[in-house]
């Protein structure tokens, strides 16, 4: 099995900041695709950003020009830049491979005026 540890979440009111952080044990990290989930209440894990092996990125058309997926392969670590965050970014948000493998515990984010 994959380690995810997640951690960066928190509480903040729309419009403010958060730096989510994701430390996997899968080495070397290079060599994989990596993504961003949030699970919000009642729903199941909804995709967010992705980065692939080349750097090259997606992300989900709610998120974009707001949220920066990036990584630091030398230290094992993903990251989500998300800006001007919204009542809706509320969730867990969880790190994976792509394609996806097991769950790490995520870290929950939580927007609210």
């Known amino acids: 099995q994959v380690q995810f540890v997640e951690s960066g979440g928190g509480l903040t009111q729309p419009g403010g900041s958060l730096r989510l952080s994701c430390a996997v044990s899968k080495s070397p990290l290079s060599f994989y695709g990596m993504a961003w989930y949030r699970e919000a209440p009642g729903r199941q894990h909804e995709f967010v950003a992705s980065?692939?092996?080349?750097?090259?990125?997606r992300y989900d058309d709610d998120v974009k020009g707001r949220f920066t997926i990036s990584r630091d392969d030398a230290k094992n670590t993903i990251y989500l830049q998300m800006n001007n965050v919204q009542v809706d970014d509320t969730g867990r948000y969880y790190c994976n491979t792509v394609p996806k493998t097991n769950w790490g515990p995520g870290t929950q984010v939580t927007v609210s005026v």
């Open positions: 980065i692939a092996d080349d750097d090259s990125t």
